[in-house]
């Protein structure tokens, strides 16, 4: 099996949606992943052809992950699995839910969240990075735009 290391920049924007307005006026405190906006740098080490390959919505498959903190490099065991149907079927890399074990994720930047969605770009290619970084940026101007 030949697995695939990605080392990209990696960012997530948390969505508000106007039935979480109660919560966001709340004194809920927001985990470290979501405090900043900066990118977090990440490595992700898994075989895309299986990914892409197991259908089944509750298989997930065993990996790791590298998280940049400051100048060190640490790493947490991660289960993941390919989620939606037309990037599966059309993109070389699938999108990917990621699930962490709540006991191991304390300390970490992403502490408090046991599942992500990762959009990663559709093709091999030296511009599809950059379509990741425009929809992050077409998310914060709709932030502006909308009140929700």
Do not use: H
């Amino acid at each position: 099996m030949k697995a695939i290391i990605f080392s990209f920049l990696f960012t997530l924007c948390f969505p508000v949606y106007g039935q979480d307005i109660a919560v966001v006026n709340s004194e809920k405190s927001w985990s470290p992943l979501f405090s900043e906006e900066a990118p977090l740098s990440i490595k992700l080490k898994y075989s895309n052809k299986q990914v892409k390959k197991e259908t089944n919505d509750s298989t997930y498959l065993a990996s790791m992950i590298w998280y940049k903190e400051g100048n060190n490099w640490d790493s947490l065991s991660v289960k993941l699995r390919a989620r939606g149907n037309f990037r599966r079927k059309t993109c070389y890399f699938a999108p990917l839910k990621l699930k962490f074990s709540n006991s191991r994720i304390e300390g970490t930047p992403f502490e408090g969240n046991r599942k992500l969605k990762l959009v990663l770009p559709c093709l091999l290619d030296r511009n599809t990075s950059d379509y990741v970084l425009r929809e992050y940026l077409a998310y914060k101007l709709y932030e502006i735009l909308a009140p929700y």
